[in-house]
């Protein structure tokens, strides 16, 4: 079973900074994808970033500039820095991963989400 688990989420003031971070754990052969996604109340989850294994990275046109993503593939970790926050960044970030846990097969993994609040 392969687990994401998120940390760093909270409360934080417009400019502020905010570091995400989720490590994969449990039996696989390899990740590939890996990056953040959100959904704020009232709308659909949308990809902030992600970064793939061979270290090409996307991200957002709305946070560009601002968030970065990195991510190391010893630790199976993915983290997302996040700069000059605004309060229409608040949303609940999930974590998420493409995982082969079977070979030839990649299935994709969410993480259980974390809390990302920007108000004065």
């Known amino acids: 079973q392969v687990q994401l688990v998120e940390s760093g989420g909270g409360l934080v003031q417009p400019g502020g900074s905010l570091r995400l971070s989720c490590a994969a754990s449990g039996r696989f052969f390899g990740i590939y994808a890996m990056g953040w996604y959100r959904q704020a109340p009232g709308k659909q989850r949308e990809l902030v970033a992600v970064s793939t294994s061979g270290g090409s990275t996307r991200s957002a046109d709305s946070v560009k500039g601002r968030f970065t993503i990195s991510r190391d593939n010893v630790k199976n970790t993915v983290a997302l820095q996040m700069n000059s926050l605004k309060p229409e960044d608040t949303a609940v970030y999930y974590c998420?991963?493409?995982?082969?846990?079977?070979?030839?097969?990649?299935?994709?993994?969410w993480g259980q989400g974390t809390q990302v609040t920007v108000s004065s």
């Open positions: 998420n991963a493409g995982v082969s846990v079977v070979l030839g097969t990649v299935d994709n993994y």
